[in-house]
C-alpha cells in the first residue's frame, strides 16, 4: 500500500500467482483506510496477498510542483514498488506500506517530511531526493531512522552514519565528469545553480580534472529556477572557445533547467562550433535526448557521467517488468531517470535487509543494525556488491559513507547514450583530492 503526506498543515502554496488476501488483513487495510483518510492523506490499494504479520512501513520523499528541482518520479516509483512486491507475496512475507512527502525543495517542508516519517514509525527512509540534509537528517537521527539510498544531492548524506548510500551521490559524478574530461578539455567552464548544494560542485570537478593537470574549472554561477539561460550560454561558450587549441567544454549541472540552458545554447552554439558540451544523469536522461531531437539535439555530443549502466543495459529488466507490470502509463515514472533507478536500487536494498531479518521484529532499530553489521546486498550488477559495515567506510575523508564510488563514461552518439567504457571507473581516488 501506499500513502501520501505531502499536503501539510501550513505547506506554502505552489509555486510553479497471487492467493486470497486473509481476512484480518483487509479488516487492517481498513483501519489504514480510514486513518489516511483523517489525516489527509492519499491511500493506493495494494495488500500483500498471502503475507503475514505486521506491514513495513517507511518513506520516500522528493520535490515536486517547484519551480526548481522536480523529482516526482521516486515517490511515484515507492509507490509501483509497493503495489509490485505486495502482489508478490510482500516484503519478507510482510506487507509493505509506503507512505510519500513532498518537500517543496524547501527547508521547512523538508523537515517535516522527516519528522512526519517519525510521527507515523517508519523503519527507514528509502530512495529519496533532498537538498536540505541539515533539516531532515537531525531528526532521523535522534529518532534512529536510517536513510536508504538518497540520490547523494548533498555531502552531508556521505558524512551521517544513518545514511546508506546506494551510489556516489553528486560527488562522484562531478568528480567522475572532471576525470572523464580531463582526456579532451583544455579548458571548461561550469555552469552550476547558485546555491549551498552548487557551492559544492566546482571544487568535485576540479578534483577530477587534477587528474591530468587541467586548470580549474570556469566557475559560472546562475539563478537554480531562471527560465533563460541567453546570458550564461553565451558567457560560457565566449570563455570555453579561448581555450588552448580550441579545446573547451561547458559543463551544465542545472538538474531539469539543464534543458532550458541548453535551449539557449543551442541559438547561439553554430558561432562556436569547437566547443564541446558535458552533464551528469540527472541532468540528463534518454527521454530528454529523444525529447530535443535525438541526433539533431543539442546533447548529441555531449560527455555524460552517471551511476549505473546505460538504460537499455538488460540488467534493468527487472525493474522494468515491475514498472510494466504496477505503473505501465505512469508518465511520472521514466525507467531511464537516475531517481527512478536510484529508488528501485534502494528498495531492493530494504527487501533484502527485511528478508535477512527473517521472523524478527521489523524496526528502525533491527533494519539499522542489520546494515551496521555488514550485510552484503547485490542489485544484479547494477551496483558493487553494497556493505556499510565500519571497515567498510571510504578512504575519501569528507565521504565516510561512501561505499560505492564508481561511475560510467557515456556519450550522447548518434542520439543515444552510450557508454564509451565497458567497466565503470571507481572514483574513490580522485575524492581523496576534494580540498
Not at 125 to 132: A, D, I, M, P
Amino acid at each position: 500500500m501506499a500513502e501520501s503526506c505531502g499536503h501539510m498543515t501550513g505547506r506554502r502554496p505552489s509555486t510553479t500467482r497471487n492467493r486470497t488476501i486473509p481476512r484480518s488483513h483487509t479488516r487492517t487495510a481498513a483501519v489504514l483506510l480510514g486513518a489516511a483518510l483523517v489525516a489527509g492523506c492519499g491511500l493506493v490499494p495494494g495488500d500483500a496477498k498471502g503475507s503475514d504479520g505486521e506491514p513495513v512501513t517507511v518513506m520516500t520523499w522528493a520535490p515536486e510542483q517547484t519551480r526548481a528541482t522536480n523529482m516526482p518520479g521516486m515517490p511515484a516509483m515507492a509507490r509501483a514498488y509497493a503495489r509490485w512486491i505486495n502482489s508478490h507475496g510482500g516484503i519478507g512475507g510482510r506487507p509493505l506500506r509506503v507512505l510519500t512527502c513532498n518537500d517543496h525543495n524547501d527547508s521547512v517542508d523538508a523537515a517535516k517530511c522527516a519528522r512526519s516519517a517519525v510521527d507515523q514509525h517508519a523503519v527507514a527512509v528509502v530512495g529519496s531526493y533532498s537538498q536540505h540534509s541539515n533539516a531532515f537528517l537531525p531528526p532521523l537521527e535522534s529518532a534512529g531512522i536510517p536513510y536508504i539510498g538518497g540520490y547523494g544531492a548533498t555531502e552531508a548524506e556521505f558524512a551521517s552514519p544513518l545514511s546508506y548510500p546506494v551510489n556516489g551521490g553528486q560527488p562522484a559524478l562531478l568528480a567522475g565528469n572532471g576525470q572523464q574530461l580531463s582526456e579532451s578539455c583544455a579548458r571548461t567552464v561550469l555552469v552550476r545553480p547558485d546555491s549551498v548544494a552548487g557551492d559544492q560542485l566546482a571544487p568535485l570537478l576540479d578534483a577530477g580534472l587534477a587528474l591530468r593537470d587541467r586548470p580549474a574549472a570556469v566557475d559560472l554561477l546562475t539563478a537554480e529556477d531562471a527560465t533563460d539561460y541567453a546570458d550564461q550560454a553565451r558567457r560560457a561558450l565566449d570563455t570555453a572557445s579561448r581555450a588552448p587549441h580550441g579545446e573547451g567544454c561547458v559543463v551544465a549541472v542545472l538538474g531539469e533547467r539543464t534543458n532550458t540552458f541548453f535551449d539557449s545554447f543551442r541559438r547561439l552554439r553554430e558561432d562556436y562550433p569547437g566547443v564541446r558540451t558535458a552533464t551528469v544523469l540527472g541532468s540528463l536522461d534518454q527521454t530528454v535526448v529523444n525529447r530535443t531531437g535525438g541526433e539533431r539535439s543539442p546533447y548529441e555530443g555531449a560527455y555524460v557521467t552517471g551511476w549505473y549502466p546505460a538504460s537499455d543495459d538488460p540488467r534493468w529488466e527487472p525493474m522494468n517488468r515491475a514498472i510494466n507490470e504496477q505503473a505501465f502509463g505512469d508518465n511520472r515514472i521514466d525507467p531511464t531517470d537516475a531517481g527512478v533507478q536510484t529508488t528501485w536500487i534502494a528498495y531492493e536494498v530494504l527487501r533484502q535487509v527485511v528478508e535477512s531479518l527473517g521472523d524478527r521484529e521489523v524496526t528502525s532499530g533491527t533494519v539499522r543494525t542489520a546494515l551496521d553489521h555488514d550485510l552484503q546486498v547485490t542489485t544484479g550488477g547494477l551496483t558493487p556488491p553494497l556493505r556499510w559495515g565500519y571497515e567498510r567506510m571510504s578512504a575519501a575523508g569528507d565521504f565516510p559513507r561512501l561505499v560505492n564510488a564508481r561511475v560510467t563514461f557515456q556519450k550522447v552518439v548518434s542520439g543515444r547514450l552510450k557508454a564509451t567504457r565497458k567497466t565503470s571507473v571507481d572514483v574513490t581516488d580522485t575524492l581523496t583530492k576534494v580540498p
